[in-house]
């Protein structure tokens, strides 16, 4: 008895997911047969994603606090921003803070084998 109320159950699951999964796709077969014909007129103000590749920016953002800059500006921020790559970081910072991101990063290494520590 045991065996074919599992057979029943087994079967029925199955039955039951055949079900939905014919249900869900069920909308997707008539937008199949008039894949053809579009949904929606063409609008003349959409542009095509092509042309928008190939399109020139001429204002941008900027990447500090996202004011709206022109092109010549984006451009000599982005030279400014590049020339502060060769400062090495410990000058970006000044030594009272350098000092307190040591003393921190001590108390995070001292706490591992002296856990009560504030």
């Known amino acids: 008895m045991m ?21 869900i796709s069920l909308p997707l077969i008539p937008s199949a047969i008039f894949a053809e014909m579009p949904s929606t007129p063409y609008l003349p103000e959409d542009t095509p994603e092509e042309v928008l590749r190939a399109e020139i920016y001429t204002d941008a ?4 606090d996202g004011k709206q800059l022109t ?42 084998f002296i856990p009560f520590i504030p």
């Open 3 to 23: 065996c074919r109320t599992d057979w029943v159950a087994k079967n029925c699951r199955i039955a039951i997911a055949a079900l939905i999964s014919t249900w």
């Open 61 to 64: 953002r900027s990447p500090i």
């Open 71 to 112: 092109a010549a500006e984006y451009v000599e921020l982005m030279e400014k921003l590049r020339s502060l790559d060769s400062i090495p970081p410990e000058d970006l910072v000044s030594p009272k803070v350098r000092e307190v991101i040591d003393l921190l990063r001590l108390r995070k290494f001292l706490r591992q």
